[in-house]
């Protein structure tokens, strides 16, 4: 398993940062019973930071254009694939799906998110005429997203991506039993060139 020195930080407005409160968490491995890592658990104020972060962001996120976002969207699938094995490890480790499954199908599932939204979001009409009537499509604010612990990587690939591809900001809470893939997955994303406040991860 991958480790980070972000277990026990947030990351809020593009920069890994101290939580503002002291509590911890350890995450365990089901299959030994035994703590793999610590994490930071987040109360109010870190929130207010996070969906500040986004708000700030949104603005500047959503008017940028779509071969911008095709890219992005591009660029998080090549280092999922680069840093696979890893996330697999991790996913394995923290909510106990076996080594070849994680590696399989838990670890390419959130590449195959992001691979096919670039291919949706590069043909996608976002203006549709009704007779008189333009409908436009716009991106909508701040996404709030709470995931659960099985499939992890899947259930945050799966709202990622189309937020990221519709122009809007967000802000992640995943699983407290399965965080670690989120935290790499937030390591992918900075290093993608995502923006700062267009992604936020809070536990």
């Given at each position: 398993m991958e480790s980070s020195n972000?277990?026990?930080l947030f990351y809020i407005n593009g920069q890994w940062v101290e939580p503002k409160t002291g509590t911890k968490l350890d995450v365990i491995n089901?299959?030994?019973?035994?703590?793999?890592a610590s994490i930071a658990m987040g109360g109010p104020s870190d929130v207010?930071?996070?969906?500040?972060?986004?708000?700030d962001a949104f603005?500047?996120?959503?008017?940028t254009s779509i071969d911008y976002r095709v890219g992005l969207l591009n660029r998080i699938t090549e280092l999922l694939?680069?840093?696979?094995?890893?996330?697999?490890?991790?996913?394995?480790?923290?909510?106990?799906?076996?080594?070849?499954?994680?590696?399989?199908?838990q670890a390419p599932t959130g590449l195959a998110h992001f691979a096919t939204?670039?291919?949706?979001?590069?043909?996608?009409?976002?203006?549709?005429?009704?007779?008189?009537?333009?409908?436009?499509?716009e991106p909508v604010g701040v996404v709030g997203m709470i995931t659960p612990w099985n499939w992890p990587l899947n259930q945050i690939a799966c709202k990622v991506a189309p937020a990221l591809a519709a122009g809007c900001t967000m802000v992640l809470k995943p699983s407290e039993?399965?965080?670690?893939?989120?935290?790499?997955?937030?390591?992918?994303?900075?290093?993608?060139?995502?923006?700062?406040?267009?992604?936020?991860?809070?536990?």
């Open positions: 972000n277990n026990e089901p299959a030994t019973e035994a703590p793999i207010d930071a996070a969906v500040k972060a986004a708000q603005d500047s996120y959503s008017q694939g680069e840093r696979s094995d890893s996330m697999a490890a991790t996913i394995s480790s923290e909510m106990g799906a076996p080594a070849g499954l994680a590696k399989a199908a939204m670039a291919n949706i979001l590069s043909a996608y009409e976002f203006e549709e005429r009704h007779g008189k009537s333009l409908i436009t499509k039993i399965a965080p670690l893939n989120a935290i790499l997955f937030a390591e992918i994303l900075h290093e993608a060139g995502v923006p700062a406040g267009v992604f936020n991860l809070v536990n």
